[in-house]
Every structure is written in C-alpha cells, then in structure tokens.
C-alpha cells in the first residue's frame, strides 16, 4: 500500500465508516431513546457486525456518548454555514429561531438527541464539560448575533447581549420542551410566535418608558 493513494483511501475508509457507525447511532437514539439503544442494532442499521462497531468504540457507553456529540457538532455546524450566509443581524437572529423549532424530521431528531444529553449529563458529571461547551457555543451564537445587530443599528444598544442570550436560550429550550411533550396549546407555529415576539420586544421595538 502506497501513500501516493492505498494509506490516504484506507484512511477515508474508516472515517467514513466510522462516521456511518455514528450517524446510525444517533438516529436510533432519537428514534428509540439512549438507553433502548444496543450495539447489535448499530451494526444492524450499518450493514455490518457486532465486532466492527467494537473495532471502533471498545463499549456501548463509548459509541452511544460519540454519537450523541457527533449529532450535535453536525447540528451546530449546519447551523453556522447557513447563519453566516445571512448578513443582516436581525434576519440571521430569525434564521437561528427557525433552525431551533422542533418539526418533525431531522429537527426533531436532533431536539430528541438533545435532550437525553441532557439527562445523561444530570446523572453523569463527565459529560457536563462538553455540555456545557455546547451550551456555551449556543450561547456565544446569540450574542455575537445581537451585538452585530447593535452596529447594525438594527437592534437597541440599551440592552445587554448576554442577557439577551441567557434568556432567549432558555426560552427555547423551555418552549421546545412544551411541544416535544406534547404540552397543551404549545405548537410548533406557538414556538416560533413566542420567540419571534421575545425578539421584537427586546430588540426591535423602542422603550416606552
């Protein structure tokens, strides 16, 4: 095997199925839950044995925790090609809102995967650095978004982009959960509205005090 192009094809080979070992992964996750997950249903929905996905990740715990983050750096890096396509701030802001409504399909999926992070970083403190991490790059999103806003002249300069962020965040999260467990009267269409409203209220229309 020669490195002119045997090594390199070798090496796109096994990202490749290790990637294919990840995708199908976080799929069952959403589809079944984290813990209804088994490594011969992984190997299943890949084509392949029990003992490939074990080449790649030694336990369960090990390609069921990769495929969670995996899910998630996917997510956060559709989201950032798309946003940075979009130069006004307020129009960007929207987009994100958008991109976080928990509609059937992959959105929802990635809602679902999301989610049960959270669980198993509440009951497993060595994930919460990388939750946390996540959580955080969320966070910076927004603010980047509201203070580019700001010298836009878009958005008020009398408000905090930080706070802007920690509330907005946690109005989403809240929301998202209201429609993933069926809650009354909060629909996806309810979702948006509400947050859509938070980011006139705060953002765009002027004080009246």
């Known amino acids: 095997m020669t490195i002119e192009g045997g090594t390199v094809t070798a090496q796109l080979t096994e990202d490749a199925r290790r990637t294919a070992i990840l995708d199908a992964a976080a799929q069952l996750i959403a ?12 190997a299943q929905v890949v084509g392949t044995s029990t003992g490939a996905v074990h080449y790649y990740f030694p336990g369960k ?5 990769a495929a969670l983050r995996h ?3 996917n997510a956060f890096d559709r989201q950032s090609r798309e946003l940075k396509a979009i130069d006004n701030a307020h129009e960007r802001l929207l ?5 976080q409504l928990p509609r059937v399909g992959p959105l929802r999926d990635e809602w679902s995967i999301w989610l049960q992070f959270w669980a ?3 009951l497993r403190p060595e994930l919460r650095p990388f939750h946390n991490t996540y959580y ?6 927004v603010v980047k978004i509201v203070r580019r806003g700001q010298r836009q002249g878009i958005f008020r300069t009398d408000v905090d982009p ?6 907005l965040t946690a109005l989403t999260d809240g929301t998202a959960i209201q429609v993933l467990t069926g809650a009354p009267n909060m629909t996806v269409a309810a979702m948006k509205e509400v947050l859509v409203q938070f980011v006139h209220d705060e953002l765009v229309a002027p004080r009246t005090w």
């Open 31 to 42: 589809e079944r839950g984290y813990h209804s997950v088994r490594i011969s249903d992984i």
């Open 61 to 65: 715990s090990d390609v069921l925790t």
């Open 71 to 73: 899910a998630i750096d």
């Open 95 to 99: 987009r994100l809102i958008d991109m």
């Open 120 to 122: 198993e970083a509440t």
């Open 136 to 141: 955080a790059r969320w966070h910076e999103t």
């Open 162 to 167: 930080e706070t802007i962020a920690q509330r």
